[in-house]
């Protein structure tokens, strides 16, 4: 069996998280997997198959895990995520990464060591899972997984082309993830890989029906379920409601983020406080999208969002901004994608109506298992 080292900043509720948890549950009995998170809570251990063994690296990669804010608690750590995160600015985030680096010695004895998430911003100091995988393991094969549209996420630089380039393997989590990618580095063609990300079989009756929320009958109920940043574009449907004037639309945000202050006092600027109802955080969304009769995504960019498939799962049509893999994930009957702009947006809610009629989707993680295989055993 295969022993196979997946290298994570935290476990924090977010779409590669969740990715990553649903692909060792389904193949933890398939490759010896062992993961390493940067910062790990009491309670991620429920989170993780029994199977995986958990690892971890030097205390001081702890400030790699969590934000400036998390770190508050811990003045040490909190001092050296500042520290670092001024020398990334005014010198490079590589010297930062280097020096945390110090009090780490290479880990060995793996035959796949995978970076999950991909490079950030060269002036951002945090995740750092890939200049970790390339400088603190020894393995013959090392993967990095790209999440997100390399040519349109901030994130792409000469330093991450050097970087991704020393890599054996790219994984994309869509066939158009790796278009774009190959846009920028073509020469990486026989390094690049999909796989797609896994589903959560359990999913579709991760709660009980009458634990589903129930909207009301007389109005057109649009949901989002997104960590709040700027990216994500809610204030664009927030503002097409409003400039809509309809009263029978209620838009229902599921999450959290530092945009969520913005975001509320928005809708009260604009005068449609009383239809847009803010939702923090939850264990399981599931139960707000089952009933809902849209999901909208109005992001500005996008990689191949999980949350397209768990609205498929449940019969949820999808209203989508044409990004990433827009096109690829929202075919004919589960929804429709709109051009990218507020104006297509304000269209959509000016004419939207109730609608229930997605198609049935049967759910399974076939194909994904066998580019995991061939990402491991391929060439």
């Known amino acids: 069996m295969k022993k196979v080292l997946v290298v994570i900043n935290n476990l924090d509720v977010g779409g590669i998280q969740k990715s990553l948890l649903n692909l060792l549950k389904d193949c933890s009995d398939k490759y010896d997997f062992s993961l390493l998170t940067f910062s790990q809570e009491e309670s991620d251990k ?6 995986v063994k958990i690892i971890q690296p030097k205390k001081i990669y702890k400030s790699l895990g969590k934000s400036s804010g998390q770190l508050k608690s811990n003045k040490f750590l909190y001092l050296v995520r500042g520290f670092c995160s001024c020398v990334a600015k ?3 985030v590589s010297i930062a990464y280097w020096l945390i680096g110090l009090f780490q010695p290479k880990i060995k004895g793996y035959d796949t060591v995978i970076s999950f998430s991909h490079l950030t911003s060269p002036k951002t100091f945090y995740s750092g899972t890939a200049e970790f995988v390339l400088n603190k393991t020894k393995a013959r094969n090392k993967v990095c997984f790209i999440h997100c549209d390399y040519l349109n996420s901030g994130t792409r630089c000469k330093r991450n082309d050097r970087l991704y380039a020393r890599f054996d393997k790219i994984a994309c989590c869509s066939e158009s993830v790796k278009g774009r990618f190959l846009e920028a580095l073509p020469e990486l063609k026989d390094k690049a890989y999909t796989v797609r990300n896994f589903y959560d079989l359990d999913f579709r009756n991760s709660f ?3 634990e589903a929320i129930v909207y009301g009958k007389d109005t057109v109920n649009l949901i989002s379920v997104c960590r709040l940043g700027k990216e994500k574009g809610v204030d664009r449907v927030i503002r097409a409601i409003a400039e809509s004037s309809r009263t029978d639309i209620r838009y229902f945000v599921v999450g959290s983020g530092d945009y969520y202050e ?5 809708a009260k600027e604009k005068g449609v406080a009383d239809y847009v109802t803010f939702i923090s955080e939850v264990q399981n969304p599931a139960i707000y999208m089952k009933n809902a009769d849209w999901l909208v995504v109005a992001s500005y960019h996008e990689a191949a969002p999980m949350v397209f498939d768990e609205a498929k799962m449940l019969n949820l049509p999808v209203l989508t901004t044409r990004t990433t893999s827009a ?7 589960y929804g429709g994608v709109v051009e990218n702009d507020d104006q297509s947006i304000f269209n959509w809610v000016l004419n939207v109506t109730k609608n229930r009629t997605a198609k049935q989707v049967e759910i399974n993680n076939e194909l994904q298992e066998g580019q995991i295989q061939n990402l491991f055993e391929g060439r």
């Open 46 to 51: 429920e989170k993780i198959p029994q199977n």
């Open 90 to 92: 005014m010198f490079t």
């Open 208 to 210: 009980k029906e009458e």
């Open 262 to 266: 913005t975001l509320s006092n928005l």
């Open 327 to 333: 096109d690829e994930m929202i075919t004919d009957g």
